[in-house]
Every structure is written in structure tokens, then in C-alpha cells.
């Protein structure tokens, strides 16, 4: 069974200092990566997507993927309080019968103190 | 732009008592639809995916069940809930496979 895992939390980190959270996957032709933010009684939200080899930068979000060693990051610089959530990695399995449906690592809770 | 409704909010019903949760989209055409659930301190379960009215696919045997009358509007139901189906229920759509789900606001389901 294809898996995605998480770096176990839960993980703090003072603000304004870099947050990094880690995901690995098992599936070897994943095509496309997300990273979505999850606060308390929330819906999942989207904050990156990543589908090629290297980093993608939004504000303050760095996303990173590295397809031949199965692994993508996220990280946070400079992390305020209001970054304290629980961040999911989720990933496209491959092949043909996937039917767009992602699947979705545990989860790791972040909470930045100020 | 497209939108996600889902509803109610919050459901609080009795063991042994019918569910129906409703999610509709706006603003697109024949999305492919999924219906989660997150169990407290869990990580989010697929329970039903569709790619076209009336074709519901599942991904784990349960007391559940799904339908898709229309084709933005997906169904989640249940004749007879059990204590164990208490969860966090998520719907969501996906424009492509290079685009993430939007997920609607979620239904907090506690059954007592």
C-alpha cells in the first residue's frame, strides 16, 4: 500500500526561527505534492504545491522535492504564532487509476511560542 | 470562481439514527468529488470518491454510503449510525491532477 509519512511531531519553535517539516512517500512515479495547513476544527487549506525536482518559494513558505530520494519538505522562515497548525503532506499516487484522489500523511502539529 | 458548500456544520445524533450529509460545488463542471473522514487526532481517511453522477467508488468497507444525484452535488449517508462513525467529514473537489483538493468547511458528526 502506497504511504506518505510525516515527521513525527508534535514540533515547536520560537517565533521568527525557521520551522522544517518532512514527508517521505513510497509510491516511486508520484507525480504532484501538497502541503496543506489544518488549524484547530478546520478544514484543511492548501498552502503549496510541488510537482518538480528543487524548491518552490511563496512568501514564506519554501516547498522542496526530491524525487529520487522520495522525499519533500516544507519550511517556514520567520514563524509566527499564527503558523501554530497541523501541516499534512498529500501526495498524487501514480499510474492511471489514481482518479485524482490524493493520499495524506498523518500530520505533524506545529506550534511556534512567541 | 468555483466554491464548496457543505452542510451542517456540526450534527449531533443518536446510535442507530439515519445521516445525510450534503456537498455541492459551484462553478465547475464534472469535478471529481471525495468524501473523507478525520477521526480525532487522526489523518484524513478517503471514504468515497466520484468521477460522474451516479459512479461512486469506495475506498474501505463501512457504514456508509454515498450517492451522486447531480453532477455537483455529492451525498454521504448512513441508515444507521454507529458510535464509532463520530468524525470530522470532509468533502472536496480537484480541478486536475496538478491542482490540490479544495475541501469544504467540513460537518463535525458526534454520535452519542
Known amino acids: 500500500q502506497k504511504e506518505v509519512e510525516q515527521n513525527s511531531g508534535p514540533l515547536s519553535v520560537p517565533e521568527g526561527a525557521i520551522a522544517s517539516?518532512?514527508?517521505?512517500?513510497?509510491?516511486?512515479?508520484?507525480?504532484?505534492?501538497?502541503?496543506?495547513?489544518?488549524?484547530?476544527?478546520?478544514?484543511?487549506?492548501?498552502?503549496?504545491?510541488?510537482?518538480?525536482?528543487?524548491d518552490k518559494e511563496d512568501g514564506r513558505f519554501t516547498a522542496q522535492l526530491n524525487k529520487a530520494s522520495q522525499y519533500v519538505s516544507l519550511l517556514?522562515?520567520?514563524?509566527?504564532?499564527?503558523?501554530?497548525a497541523t501541516y499534512l503532506c498529500a501526495e498524487t499516487p501514480g499510474g492511471g487509476t489514481s482518479y485524482g484522489k490524493l493520499t495524506f500523511g498523518q500530520g505533524t502539529i506545529l506550534t511556534v511560542h512567541p | 470562481s468555483q466554491t464548496i458548500h457543505q452542510w451542517p456544520a456540526t450534527l449531533v445524533q443518536p446510535v442507530g439514527s439515519p445521516l445525510s450529509l450534503e456537498c455541492t460545488v459551484e462553478g465547475t463542471s464534472n469535478p471529481n468529488l471525495y468524501w473523507y473522514r478525520q477521526a480525532a487526532g487522526r489523518g484524513l481517511q478517503l471514504l468515497f470518491y466520484s468521477v460522474g453522477i451516479g459512479q461512486i467508488s469506495s475506498e474501505v468497507p463501512q457504514n456508509l454510503s454515498a450517492s451522486r444525484p447531480q453532477d455537483r452535488q455529492f451525498i454521504l449517508s448512513s441508515k444507521k449510525l454507529l458510535l464509532s462513525d463520530s468524525g470530522f467529514y470532509l468533502c472536496a473537489w480537484r480541478a486536475g491532477q496538478l491542482y490540490g483538493y479544495t475541501f469544504g468547511s467540513g460537518t463535525r458528526l458526534t454520535v452519542v
Not at chain 1, 517556514?76 to 501554530?84: L, N, T, Y
Open chain 1, 76 to 84: 517556514i522562515r520567520d514563524s509566527q504564532p499564527s503558523d501554530s
Open chain 1, 21 to 54: 517539516l518532512n514527508c517521505t512517500y513510497s509510491d516511486r512515479v508520484s507525480q504532484s505534492f501538497f502541503w496543506y495547513r489544518q488549524y484547530s476544527g478546520k478544514s484543511p487549506e492548501l498552502i503549496m504545491s510541488i510537482y518538480s525536482n528543487g
